[in-house]
């Protein structure tokens, strides 16, 4: 999703870091979180920030 269509912050100052940091040369770091749909349904994703012009 590009940025301009993100609203709201959602993230500590500490998950941007953890996202913006790189594991080893290309690899993007990324953070295991809780989401919860309209049904109340429980689930884990993973997010990671995407390198745009970075090929991937």
Do not use: A, H, N
């Not at 953890?18 to 749909?37: A, F, M, N, P, Y």
Request: hydrophobic residues 30%; aromatic residues 6%; charged residues 40%.
């Amino acid at each position: 999703m590009p940025l301009t269509q993100i609203r709201t912050e959602f993230l500590t100052d500490e998950e941007k870091d953890v996202l913006t940091s790189k594991k080893g040369k290309k690899r993007r770091e990324e953070i295991e979180v809780r989401l919860i749909d309209t049904s109340l349904v429980e689930q884990r994703i993973c997010l990671r920030r995407w390198g745009y012009g970075e090929g991937g």
